[in-house]
């Protein structure tokens, strides 16, 4: 879209209204129900963008001079559902047909300047719950049922720029609500906007005022941004203007100082460049299938940019001119776990994140195939169900410009998963478990249920990952001679 559509003769709105069309009948009821109960109604924000971008929503945003209870009483009889939860901000959510609607009255939202939750104030007009939008790319509306387009403030312009500025000045925009500057850094991600110099300045020195924000507004925004096209172009914006210091502080943190002799690789760098990787080695999202990842994966995508992050904790210089990192998987499965649950990630992304983590050197032991079928046993029994994320996250993991190490590590890793395919085959590898289940063991052995039940189990687990099938005949007797074995010597 260039500046000249935006001028030529409104083609550029008929563009935006042929993209609502399969909403047009369901906006004109909407414009006409709020008219006969004299209020005002617009479609404004997120779905107004994206008609323009030529994106259709299946969510719509409204804005209306109707209070809450008035939104209610009007949608009444009309809505499927209609649900209050954020009554509170002036919003009345309902249902029509396969539609999610949000209607909100009215408002000029500011933060108070030390509490997490904004103060409300609604407002009386259109244009004055416009400059109160994060961006101008927002603050564009369609009024309803007749379909005049307001943009009072050159959104239409910096749509076309694909430029982010304020309707207000920046610094009062981000002093309304701190989290729009987390948006700006989605926005890039999500769309290919640019913030402009004065809202990069703003938020460079106003990044600190994220902290203000509960951290679970925060994690949703880094969530959108994670999933986003172009997460890299987002966390570049964050790191450069501050935000990650305040959100994920151990990514700027890999921007190892490098020295003279060039001893390492950019960590950073490294970091970004492998997240893009395991995001172009996801599987389509409809795919099936043993170890597929469908992409947006948010495990796959956090564990990528995460990997890396024990590294400065573990960097040592060695005699000799060398680098090392040693244990900086363990070090940063442990930082990630900590910093995952700051954030509020629910437990199960907190636990495979930060497993992911902790696994992705292990392929490195496995050199020209020297491994034992034990030692893949182990590998995919580690990983459990968290290995197609691992074949990924490892694959990824390789930004060398080496083309022959590249080459060699690849057909390494072919090596090991057609390994790993062929024991499934043979072993039902992806439920490995003891030939003797709990009663069988507590039976051979004359035991209850309880701690020494559990030690037989897992020895017998131990000799099903080092030695195979051995049939319940072999396992029986092997776990008799352990048996016998810990009896001796008094265990």
Known sequence: MSATEITS??????RALRELTPSMELLTEVGELFAAAGHDVALVGGPVRDAFLGRTSTDLDFTTSAGPDEIERTLAGWADTTWDVGRAFGTIGARRGDMTLEFTTYRADAYDGTTRKPVVAFGDSLEED??????????????????????????????????????????????????RMMRAARFTAQLGF????????????????????????????????????DPRAGLEVMVSTGLAEQVLPELPALQLEVDEHHRHKDVYEHSLTVLQQAIDLEDAPDAEGEDVVPGPDLVLRLAALLHDIGKPATRRFEPGGGVSFHHHEVVGAKMTRSRLRALRFDKDTVKAVTRLVELHLRFHGYGTGEWSDSAVRRYV????????????????????RNRRKAARLAASYDHLEERIDRLREE?????????????????????????????AYQHLLAVRLDQGLLGEDGARAELLRWWAEQERSGG
Do not use: W, Y
């Open 194 to 229: 640019v913030p402009d110099d004065e809202v990069r300045a703003a938020t460079t020195d106003m990044a600190q005022r994220l902290q203000i924000v509960s951290a679970e507004r925060v994690r949703d925004e880094l969530v959108k941004l994670v999933l986003a096209a």
């Open 427 to 455: 072993e039902e590898l992806a439920a490995v478990r003891p030939e003797l289940d709990g009663h069988q063991i507590g039976e051979a052995l004359g035991i209850p249920p309880g701690p020494e039940l559990g030690r």
């Open 9 to 14: 003769d409104g083609a550029l709105l008929l």
């Open 130 to 179: 416009l400059v109160r939008r994060d961006f101008r790319v927002n603050a564009m509306a369609l009024r309803l049922p007749d379909l005049t387009f307001v943009d009072p403030h050159g959104g239409l312009e910096d749509l076309a720029a694909r430029r982010l500025r304020t309707p207000h000045r920046p610094e009062v925009s981000f002093s309304d609500d701190p989290l």
């Open 381 to 400: 029994t580690d990983a459990g169900p968290l290995l197609g994320r691992l074949h990924k996250l490892t694959r990824s993991d390789c930004t060398t």
